[in-house]
């Protein structure tokens, strides 16, 4: 299969190694990656603080960039990121719309329902959920808002998680509740933000986990601050960094970090 990486602001920005993985264990599975090389935002950000008209070119652009390369032969996109693909599938044809620019909403659906989250794509798509993956730790994994309501993907994070050798899977006490991250919320309503980044740290310790994991690099960034601050020696991995380790990277997420680095 033909698949278009979108690498996410934050991936880009931030976080290169969740890209770079999801590259990485897609070519280990079989298949062609590309990479768009103008992409950029996919408006996200803009919409969900209610800059409407802003977003409209962001997301333009966006429909149009992976639009060509569906039209050169691409066959699903995929995000290592529940959030990205959420504004993908369920912004990107509204704000359209509300612009009055109906062809562009068309647009927006046809590439949104090619567009994938990583572990959407890898069982529903791919139909595996053994990746070959080598990863002796103990992991508990954090379901994000949006994966978990608007991208419904259920438990297929967690089946590919059982499958990963070495790897220890523990429960997270109030799994589906949210860290407090939500973006700009966490900025406009930092108290109450904080609040829910304790109980989930105060979940995610109570589990005794070496990791946490999840699908979003902007939650894992949340809780991840968190836990550097209280120097607790837990680290957040990106679902895809796990998914990606095998026992030639010597059980280690940082072979990932290092090679985004160079």
């Given at each position: 299969m033909r698949i278009a990486v979108v690498a996410t602001c934050l991936g880009d920005a931030m976080f290169p190694q969740a890209p770079i993985a999801t590259v990485q264990l897609l070519e280990r599975l079989g298949h062609e990656v590309v990479f768009p090389a103008d992409q950029t935002c996919c408006g996200q950000m803009h919409v969900n603080t209610g800059y409407l008209d802003t977003a409209l070119p962001v997301v333009r652009h966006h429909v149009e960039v992976f639009g060509r390369a569906l039209d050169d032969g691409v066959?699903?996109?995929?995000?290592?990121?529940?959030?990205?693909?959420?504004?993908?599938?369920?912004?990107?044809a509204m704000v359209a719309r509300r612009a009055g620019d109906e062809g562009l909403a068309q647009a927006a659906e046809e590439g949104a329902a090619r567009t994938f989250e990583l572990s959407e794509l890898l069982v529903d798509v791919l139909g595996v959920t053994d990746v070959g993956a080598y990863y002796p730790h103990r992991v508990t994994y954090h379901p994000t808002c949006h994966s978990l309501r608007m991208l419904r993907v259920g438990d297929k994070p967690l089946q590919l998680l059982r499958a990963?050798?070495?790897?220890?899977?523990?429960?997270?006490?109030?799994?589906?509740?949210?860290?407090?991250?939500?973006?700009?919320?966490?900025?406009?309503?930092a108290e109450t933000s904080t609040a829910m980044l304790a109980d989930k740290m105060a979940n995610v310790l109570s589990s005794r986990a070496e990791v946490c994991t999840a699908?979003?690099?902007?939650?894992?960034?949340?809780?991840?601050?968190?836990?550097?601050?209280?120097?607790?020696?837990?680290?957040?991995?990106?679902?895809?960094?796990?998914?990606?380790?095998?026992?030639?990277?010597?059980?280690s997420t940082d072979i990932v970090f290092e090679e985004a680095s160079r």
């Open positions: 066959d699903a996109i995929v995000a290592p990121s529940g959030s990205c693909v959420g504004c993908v599938r369920h912004q990107h990963v050798r070495g790897l220890q899977l523990v429960e997270l006490p109030e799994a589906e509740v949210c860290c407090g991250f939500g973006g700009t919320f966490a900025v406009k309503n699908g979003d690099s902007s939650c894992l960034m949340h809780i991840g601050g968190g836990l550097s601050r209280l120097r607790s020696g837990v680290r957040t991995v990106h679902l895809a960094e796990i998914l990606a380790s095998t026992d030639r990277d010597d059980a």
